[in-house]
T-cell receptor
Framework: GQSLEQPSEVTAVEGAIVQINCTYQ??????LSWYQQHDGGAPTFLSY????GLEETGRFSSFLSRSDSYGYLLLQELQMKDSASYFC?????????FGSGTKLNVKP | EAGVTQFPSHSVIEKGQTVTLRCDPI?????LYWYRRVMGKEIKFLLH????????ESGMPNNRFLAERTGGTYSTLKVQPAELEDSGVYFC?????????????FGPGTRLTVT
């Protein structure tokens, strides 16, 4: 079957760095995406890794290791507005398989 | 450019009733997806349209769910008859070329409550 595992909740303070891990088990894996969802809102795309390594987009970076079936999202210089749920999603040609989401709480 | 829109935003119905959810994708996006999230769990794939054709409907729970995409534009998802376990948030997403950047544009979702 297809499964993605990520921590259910993470807490960090404003200005800190936090890493959200994702391990996956899927067939036909093409790449790993990350999405952010604020309460009641639409999931919004953050990043995508098709190849091994680090992708950087401003304060956010995402990493993928295909050999370890593992990826992470790194958020730097945390701001209060980063409090949200973060989902990893494995892309399998036709569709995405999502994890259960990690709720990030940023405290002052 | 308008984003993905969904209607209604909330729906409360009784078990046994019928509900139809609507999704309007971003104009020009051939790929349209339906997902469902039950509280606290993963966002689960339901089906994928390419234009008006169902590319993959392996995630549809059972034959009480029927999705259509007339003319390759908007899509509807009908649940008939609704059961308690159908409660959740139904998301629609669209994209142009899904594989290239792993990016989809999501709508705000329809929160369905079956009582």
């Amino acid at each position: 079957g297809q499964s993605l595992e990520q921590p259910s909740e993470v807490t960090a303070v404003e200005g800190a760095i936090v890493q959200i891990n994702c391990t996956y088990q899927t067939s036909g894996f093409y790449g790993l995406s990350w999405y952010q969802q604020h309460d009641g809102g639409a999931p919004t795309f953050l990043s995508y890794n098709a190849l091994d390594g680090l992708e950087e987009t401003g304060r956010f970076s995402s990493f993928l290791s295909r050999s370890d079936s593992y990826g992470y999202l790194l958020l730097q210089e945390l701001q209060m507005k980063d409090s949200a749920s973060y989902f990893c999603a494995a892309y399998n040609f036709n569709k995405f398989y999502f994890g259960s989401g990690t709720k990030l709480n940023v405290k002052p | 450019e308008a984003g993905v829109t969904q209607f209604p935003s909330h729906s409360v119905i009784e078990k046994g009733q019928t509900v139809t959810l609507r999704c309007d994708p971003i104009s020009g996006h051939d790929n349209l997806y339906w997902y469902r999230r039950v509280m606290g769990k993963e966002i689960k794939f339901l089906l994928h349209f390419v234009k008006e054709s169902k590319q993959d409907e392996s995630g549809m729970p059972n034959n009480r769910f029927l999705a259509e995409r007339t003319g390759g534009t908007y899509s509807t998802l009908k649940v008939q008859p609704a059961e308690l376990e159908d409660s959740g948030v139904y998301f629609c997403a669209s994209s142009q070329v899904p594989g290239m950047r792993g990016e989809q544009y999501f709508g705000p979702g329809t929160r369905l409550t079956v009582t």
